[in-house]
Nanobody, 120 residues
Framework: QVQLVESGGGLVQPGGSLRLSCAAS????????MSWYRQAPGKERELVAG????????NYADSMKGRFTISRDNAKNTVYLQMNSLKPEDTAVYYC?????????????WGQGTQVTVSS
């Protein structure tokens, strides 16, 4: 069955770094646009970053530009999010998303999320 399993979250001090991973299985990973979203308590889920199927193009939310880097390894069916210069406002549950669409079908898969807490 389809699985997206995030890992790498945890507690980090302001200014620190974390690298999130999302391991995919049960679908053709290289056909899917991959994204990271996050949701802080009391807030809506928001897009953090996205990457195209080949990794040739990426996009970031404005507040993450220059600090976060999304990448993927299609041979390992894994997408990564390198987060640097973390701030307390980056505290949230981070979710991995796989998206596919064509003229006939749209599919979205979500992971269970990994908690990132930025605090001194």
């Amino acid at each position: 069955q389809v699985q997206l399993v995030e890992s790498g979250g945890g507690l980090v001090q302001p200014g620190g770094s974390l690298r999130l991973s999302c391991a995919a299985s049960g679908f053709t990973f290289s056909n899917y646009v991959m994204s990271w979203y996050r949701q802080a308590p009391g807030k809506e889920r928001e897009l953090v970053a996205g990457i195209t199927t080949t990794g040739g193009s990426t996009n970031y939310a404005d507040s993450m530009k220059g600090r976060f880097t999304i990448s993927r390894d299609n041979a390992k069916n894994t997408v990564y999010l390198q987060m640097n210069s973390l701030k307390p406002e980056d505290t949230a549950v981070y979710y991995c998303n796989a998206h596919y669409s064509n003229s006939y079908v749209t599919r979205d898969y979500w992971g269970q999320g990994t908690q990132v807490t930025v605090s001194s």
